[in-house]
């Protein structure tokens, strides 16, 4: 690799630099337009906990428990890193369930969570007053570091590698060329010529990627703490604790003890108005803001109304819209990184961030899934003032808030809507948020349907998806299918590209619809997607509402070379799935075509209403039915005249239903890049005889054998499935769940679950294992299915 510039000199910026180098990168340039640390990691906390709710978020936070020490070790400095402990406490009932949760993860992964009493809390910290608590998770791992120290030995150990680190050197701009990085241009007009450049500028660095063409969701808030005076008495070390159902922190800090919070309505900051660029800045009291969490700390800690504060800390912090990270290459531009919107845990990421993203650019392909912080999940127009300022109403306390399952947002909604969505709220549609899009979750009856509450246990609106997926035991429902992405590849070597692209072999007759795959060099899956032949030069692919941005970044690059046009028509059409037993009757009724002369995976051009469509016949419920393609300003017509026929709407909340009870999989939980096709058990869309990316690596593993598979599970005693639960053997865990719920016709409870295997081991051996599924604590038999619990032949869905 050639020259890389990383622009921000705080933790994020100094920890890639490190590792870069470490890596083995020889012209690494940092450039700071003030002084390192002088944005916002100077004044952070300085928290450092490893354990996260998601397995990969987890796996990120850990490394700094070990690179942390070992920087003191290379370099002979200290970074203030202490082993403190720490306290999750629950004032809910309903916060034990996601601790538990939380907590049988880090077991798994080598932490030491435990399911405490809050009185264990109270013995640790005397005078912690817990009387409205209902539990705690204690974790042993949990630290404090001093973040300037901590930047400052980054800094050393990067420059004892060979890094450049130059200060006072402002960046006005990302330089690019036909879609590709070649420098970074200064305040001065000079230009710095770079291969990769990696915008770490924290709350400034919106601006710098939009000279690129990228849009980041990102926003800074004003973010407050305070710290008391010195406390006679205080246990050394003080845990760090977390009153969860307040949204406040309590640290220690050399006898004196630092209090802040997480709070909805969050105070948004202009980073680039007059005071945007001072270094080191205060913002002024705001004692407002702040007395929520003060209050909420005198109750938790009633000795601290005794004690003075001696600083109201206000400084800036950045904040996304979804409150994860923006880590990861942009989707249009190669060789231009991001991490970014750290959502004030810079400090404890930047260890596992810096060393994720090093590895990324250094080896152009990410070392693990990075899926859950990959800028490639933003939706440009999430990156708007308006809807940035709406988010912050809730993206900095949800941090802390209580993260309810199948939770959905309230701020800054409404920003892809369909075609139809008036006409889906017609039918009583109760919408959420899908893929970046309002979706109909179910379909209210009446009003008393329409507020459900939020439950750790059987939802409420189940009873509502089963009478929704019902509908197509004898008729036919409505599915919102737009979402999907939808891109057109044409040109005279549009075959050439997909052949390589695909895994299935595309050269079939006009007409024909196919699923398949991408994937990465190691066999790993980068895309599931149809692809439908609409004419000797031209193809329709279909991909996931969500990996929209992620996907057309992958064609476009995996395009370069090939004479291939690819063109993002998913706002310019309409989808509406037609499903159910009744569907074919129905769609005849309306239409002067021949629907029983129509076989399954194929597509033809028919009219309905005398408005022209494409209809594909496939099926993501697993029933007779069609996909509808049309113009978006046609599709009312359509919608109304099915509606009048009797079709019934069906929800987001059922399709997903139905789609694990006929043991159909999803990107992004059940599928990715860490696991391929012969894992998946989707080895029948592979055609061996023909040439794809990741070729190799296949036919190596299915001579050898897989080490893990992915099966479908049957869960006994009916609790929540969601994702990440531990699945049991033995007592030893041989797996992770990645999607669980209900299935809406079989009333099962249901998981996809990766398990290890023997590489001879069959289906039907897996099948024959004796498993549990851990759920917040408590274990369930689970079952290995052979088939899926509906339709396993597929009669109703070919029929």
């Known amino acids: 690799m050639g020259?890389?510039?990383?622009?921000?000199?705080?933790?994020?910026?100094?920890?890639?630099?490190?590792?870069?180098?470490?890596?083995?990168?020889?012209?690494?340039?940092?450039?700071?337009?003030?002084?390192?640390?002088?944005?916002?990691?100077?004044?952070?906390a300085g928290i450092v906990g490893p354990l996260r709710a998601t397995p990969n978020m987890t796996k990120l936070a850990m490394y700094a428990v070990e690179l942390f020490p070992q920087l003191e070790a290379e370099t002979g400095m200290s970074t203030g890193y202490k082993r403190t402990g720490g306290y999750w406490l629950a004032r809910r009932p309903e916060r034990m369930d996601e601790l538990k949760r939380i907590a049988s993860l880090g077991r798994h992964f080598g932490l030491t969570p435990e399911i405490v009493t809050p009185e264990v809390a109270a013995k640790a910290v005397p005078g912690l007053n817990v009387a409205s608590h209902a539990g705690a998770m204690a974790v042993a791992e949990d630290a404090n570091v001093n973040p300037v120290d901590l930047c400052m030995v980054y800094a050393r150990a990067a420059k004892n590698t060979g890094v450049e680190i130059r200060e006072n050197v402002a960046v006005s701009g990302v330089v690019t060329t036909a879609g590709q990085v070649t420098g970074v241009m200064l305040e001065d007009g000079s230009v710095i010529e770079a291969d990769q450049v990696a915008i770490c500028a924290g709350a400034w660095s919106k601006p710098l990627a939009a000279t690129a063409g990228l849009a980041l969701p990102l926003q800074a808030v004003e973010h407050m703490y305070v710290v008391t005076e010195p406390m006679l008495g205080l246990p050394d070390p003080f845990p760090v604790l977390r009153d969860m159902d307040t949204g406040i922190y309590i640290k220690g800090d050399a006898g004196k003890l630092v209090i802040g919070g997480f709070e909805p309505n969050a105070k948004c900051w202009d980073a680039f108005g007059p005071e945007g660029n001072r270094p080191f800045l205060e913002m002024p009291e705001d004692w407002d803001q702040f007395m929520p969490f003060m209050e909420a700390a005198l109750e938790l800690m009633p000795a601290l109304a005794d004690v003075g504060i001696q600083h109201f800390m206000n400084g800036p912090e950045s904040f996304t819209n979804d409150t994860r990270p923006l880590v990861g290459e942009a989707p249009s531009v190669d060789g231009l990184f991001v991490a970014a919107g750290m959502n004030s845990v810079g400090i404890m990421s930047s260890a596992g961030i810096g060393r994720a993203l090093a590895d990324w650019m250094v080896d152009q392909t990410p070392a693990m899934d990075l899926w859950e912080v990959d800028i490639a999940r933003a939706d440009p127009k999430t990156a708007t003032q308006d809807h940035m300022d709406a988010r912050m109403q809730e993206a900095v306390s949800d941090l802390m808030a209580m993260h309810w399952p199948f939770k959905q947002p309230k701020a800054g909604r409404g920003l892809r809507q369909s075609a139809l969505h008036d006409h889906w709220s017609a039918q009583g549609a109760v919408f959420g948020l899908a893929g970046g899009w309002e979706r109909g979750l179910y379909y209210a009856n009446d009003a008393s349907e329409r507020d459900l509450p939020y439950s750790i246990a059987d939802q409420p609106w189940w009873p509502l998806a089963e009478r929704e997926?019902?509908?197509?035991?004898?008729?036919?429902?409505?599915?919102?299918?737009?979402?999907?992405?939808?891109?057109?590849?044409?040109?005279?070597?549009?075959?050439?590209?997909?052949?390589?692209?695909?895994?299935?072999?595309?050269?079939?007759?006009?007409?024909?619809?196919?699923?398949?795959?991408?994937?990465?060099?190691?066999?790993?899956?980068?895309?599931?997607?149809?692809?439908?032949?609409?004419?000797?030069?031209?193809?329709?692919?279909?991909?996931?509402?969500?990996?929209?941005?992620?996907?057309?970044?992958?064609?476009?690059?995996?395009?370069?070379?090939?004479?291939?046009?690819?063109?993002?028509?998913?706002?310019?059409?309409?989808?509406?799935?037609?499903?159910?037993?009744?569907?074919?009757?129905?769609?005849?009724?309306?239409?002067?075509?021949?629907?029983?002369?129509?076989?399954?995976?194929?597509?033809?051009?028919?009219?309905?209403?005398?408005?022209?469509?494409?209809?594909?016949?496939?099926?993501?419920?697993?029933?007779?039915?069609?996909?509808?393609?049309?113009?978006?300003?046609?599709?009312?017509?359509?919608?109304?005249?099915?509606?009048?026929?009797?079709?019934?709407?069906?929800?987001?909340?059922?399709?997903?239903?139905?789609?694990?009870?006929?043991?159909?999989?999803?990107?992004?939980?059940?599928?990715?890049?860490?696991?391929?096709?012969?894992?998946?058990?989707?080895?029948?869309?592979?055609?061996?005889?023909?040439?794809?990316?990741?070729?190799?690596?296949?036919?190596?593993?299915?001579?050898?054998?897989?080490?893990?598979?992915?099966?479908?599970?049957?869960?006994?005693?009916?609790?929540?499935?969601?994702?990440?639960?531990?699945?049991?053997?033995?007592?030893?865990?041989?797996?992770?769940?990645?999607?669980?719920?209900?299935?809406?016709?079989?009333?099962?409870?249901?998981?996809?679950?990766?398990?290890?295997?023997?590489?001879?081991?069959?289906?039907?051996?897996?099948?024959?294992?004796?498993?549990?599924?851990?759920?917040?604590?408590?274990?369930?038999?689970?079952?290995?299915?052979?088939?899926?619990?509906?339709?396993?032949?597929?009669?109703?869905?070919?029929?």
């Open 3 to 44: 020259r890389t510039v990383i622009i921000g000199g705080g933790a994020i910026g100094l920890s890639l630099a490190y590792h870069l180098a470490r890596r083995g990168a020889e012209d690494v340039v940092l450039l700071e337009r003030n002084q390192l640390t002088s944005g916002t990691s100077w004044h952070a």
């Open 469 to 799: 997926a019902a509908t197509m035991q004898t008729g036919t429902a409505l599915l919102d299918l737009t979402p999907f992405g939808k891109f057109d590849i044409e040109g005279p070597e549009a075959l050439s590209f997909l052949e390589l692209l695909c895994t299935a072999r595309i050269d079939r007759p006009h007409g024909r619809a196919i699923y398949t795959l991408a994937l990465n060099d190691a066999g790993g899956i980068e895309l599931d997607a149809a692809v439908t032949r609409l004419g000797e030069h031209t193809f329709r692919v279909t991909s996931g509402a969500a990996t929209r941005w992620r996907d057309a970044g992958l064609l476009r690059r995996r395009a370069q070379g090939f004479d291939v046009t690819i063109t993002d028509v998913t706002e310019a059409e309409a989808v509406i799935g037609v499903m159910g037993a009744g569907s074919r009757d129905m769609l005849s009724d309306l239409s002067p075509d021949d629907w029983t002369q129509f076989p399954f995976s194929t597509c033809q051009e028919i009219t309905i209403v005398g408005i022209q469509c494409r209809a594909t016949r496939m099926s993501f419920v697993g029933e007779l039915g069609w996909e509808l393609s049309l113009p978006a300003e046609e599709a009312g017509a359509v919608f109304n005249a099915l509606t009048k026929a009797g079709a019934k709407p069906l929800g987001h909340y059922a399709l997903d239903g139905c789609r694990l009870e006929k043991g159909f999989k999803h990107w992004g939980h059940d599928l990715g890049p860490e696991i391929t096709p012969l894992e998946a058990g989707l080895g029948f869309a592979i055609n061996w005889d023909k040439t794809f990316i990741g070729k190799s690596s296949l036919v190596q593993q299915h001579e050898s054998g897989v080490s893990q598979r992915l099966c479908l599970f049957k869960v006994s005693g009916g609790p929540l499935m969601l994702h990440d639960e531990l699945i049991v053997e033995a007592g030893q865990v041989v797996g992770l769940t990645t999607s669980g719920g209900r299935g809406p016709r079989t009333g099962e409870t249901l998981a996809f679950g990766l398990i290890r295997v023997v590489p001879d081991e069959t289906q039907a051996d897996t099948c024959a294992r004796e498993f549990e599924i851990e759920v917040a604590g408590k274990r369930y038999p689970a079952q290995a299915l052979l088939q899926p619990p509906f339709d396993p032949k597929s009669e109703r869905m070919r029929g």
